[in-house]
Each structure stands twice: as C-alpha cells, then as structure tokens.
C-alpha cells in the first residue's frame, strides 16, 4: 500500500519521507542558510587530460609554443583552471631552459624565468631534466580557453628543449 | 634521422640563427629567422 509520508515544513521544502529527501528546496542565500545540492554540486567537468610525445627545439629567447596544450570549457566564470603540467627539458650546451604555460598568449608566470629553469653547465652536451608545476588560475570566462605549455633560452644563442623521447602531459581541471 | 640528430644538423648547417624544431620531418622546421634562409632538407640530410 503506497503512503504519502510527506510533511510541509510551512515552505516550499518537504521532507519526503518515501526518498528520504529534503525535496523543493530554494537555494540558500545567506551563510548561515542550508545550501541545496544544485548550490554544491555545480555541475564540474571531467578534468582535460593531453600528453605529446613529439620532441620541440628551440633558440629563441622569447617563448614559443611547445607541442603540449590543451583546452577546457569552465561551467562558470567564477570557478578556476588546476594546470599541472609535466615532462623533461634540455639544454644543448651552456643555455638556461625556462618552462611556462600560457593562457591563450598571457604568460601565467610572474617571473622572467617561467615556472621551471634549468641550466645547462657542460658546452656541447645534451642535458635533461624532469620539468613539473602546478598553477590556478582564474580565467574569468566560460568560453573555451586554451592553455599552451612554452619554452624558452636564456641568451637568444642555445639550444633548449622540451619533450626529449619521453611524454610530456597537461592536465586541466576545473575547480572552485 | 632523431630529433636530437636533425637539431645536430640544423645547427652545422646554420650556427646562430632561431628556428623551432616540432618533431622530425622537415615541415616541421619552423624557421624565425626572416633575413637568413631556412636550409633546405637536403642540406639537412633529409
């Protein structure tokens, strides 16, 4: 026999007790107010997931864009970007490498040297080294944004790489 | 030819200069270099 177990609370809100649920609830406003699910849950993405395993050179001493990127759609213009990134960098010779990621062309660094600076301290000889960062950021859209992983020289004369025969990857996840 | 191997040839064949390098096939040379030619694929043993 099919009971109907709902209580009014005097409001929208029902206690249903056949789902055992607090159903029709308005979103809460105030911090001190009971926040629906739809409030909480907001509706994430699965995290963007990329990896490469192409080998990029360059001589430049201004950033260029690596073979490594990867676009995410945020739900909300609030919510912001986890970038993990990760792979190895060379140098060829005496030269600095410098690792960061771009938003679109904005350099998500605040420094001059990217996120990750390795130096090369033998001439003429290919050194490695693992590269990883993490960065948020807050890119205020929810239209779709690329972020490119880039890499640069220090002196606009050596030779620095990213990738070198092993995977590098991107990871992108969207957050609060 | 590696990438390590083609990066050794661009580098003989034109000490200096700024290019990025995407792989390894001569499309994927990219030269930044506007006044100095890109070299050509036989040059670089391609």
New interface residues.
């Given amino acids: 026999m099919s009971q109907q177990l709902t209580k009014t609370l005097g409001m929208a809100g029902q206690i249903d007790m056949n789902s055992n649920k607090i159903v029709d609830m308005a979103n809460g406003t105030a911090s001190t107010d009971a926040a629906t699910f739809g409030q909480i849950f907001t509706g994430f993405q699965a995290p963007v997931f990329a990896q490469n395993s192409t080998d990029f050179t360059t001589t430049s001493s201004s950033y260029q864009t690596t073979n490594l990127s990867a676009s995410i759609t945020p739900t909300s213009s609030s919510h912001r970007i986890r970038i993990t990134v990760s792979g190895v960098i060379r140098t060829n010779g005496v030269t600095e490498a410098h690792l960061t990621v771009a938003r679109g062309t904005t350099d998500l660094a605040t420094g001059a040297t990217g996120f990750n600076r390795f130096t090369g301290v033998v001439a003429a000889t290919n050194q490695r080294c693992p590269a990883s960062f993490s960065f948020v950021d807050s890119p205020a859209t929810t239209s779709s944004t690329t972020y490119n992983v880039r890499l640069k020289n220090d002196d606009n004369t050596g030779t620095v790489g990213f990738g070198t025969a092993s995977t590098q990857v991107i990871i992108l996840e969207e957050i609060v | 030819m ?3 191997q083609l ?1 050794a040839a661009i ?1 003989a064949a034109r000490p ?9 096939t001569y499309e994927s040379l990219e030269w ?1 270099d506007a006044p100095e030619t890109k070299p050509t694929a036989a040059e670089l043993g391609l």
Wanted: net charge neutral; charged share 15%.
């Fill in positions: 590696t990438h390590e990066v580098l200096g200069s700024h290019w990025n390098l995407r792989g390894t930044l």
